[in-house]
């Protein structure tokens, strides 16, 4: 059973940083996208990131530049740092999955959508006071 648990989020002021955590476990392919998205309230779940296990990153254009997803695959690990948060930027973060390599079939912007992916974690709260 594929598993994400999230880590890492918490209340930051605009300008800070935050690095999450997302651990997974129980996957049984190699291959894998593992994307991060956040959901405000009242809003849509919109992607932030993506990595893929080539290393492979592509970032949502209100992030680019600030936000860094990387992976650990020792430690069976993907991390988000957050940089120069914004207020606006205040929601709940999710990681999610996709085992093996249909993302070789996408557009990266298809994979910043929420339809490929399997498996979510259950979120974690990062709150960006003004």
């Known amino acids: 059973e594929v598993q994400l648990v999230e880590s890492g989020g918490g209340l930051v002021q605009a300008g800070g940083s935050l690095r999450l955590s997302c651990a997974r476990s129980g996957f049984i392919f190699d291959d894998y996208a593992i994307a991060w998205f956040r959901q405000a309230p009242g809003k849509e779940r919109e992607g932030v990131a993506f990595?893929?296990?080539?290393?492979?990153?592509h970032y949502a254009d209100s992030v680019k530049g600030r936000f860094t997803i990387s992976s650990d695959d020792a430690k069976n690990t993907v991390y988000l740092q957050m940089n120069s948060l914004k207020p606006e930027e205040t929601a709940v973060y999710y990681c999610?999955?996709?085992?093996?390599?249909?993302?070789?079939?996408?557009?990266?912007?298809?994979?910043?959508?929420?339809?490929?992916?399997?498996?979510w974690g259950q979120g974690t709260q990062v709150t960006v006071s003004s």
């Open positions: 990595i893929t296990d080539r290393g492979s990153t």
């Open positions: 999610a999955a996709d085992e093996g390599d249909s993302y070789t079939y996408y557009s990266a912007s298809y994979y910043l959508t929420s339809r490929p992916y399997d498996y």
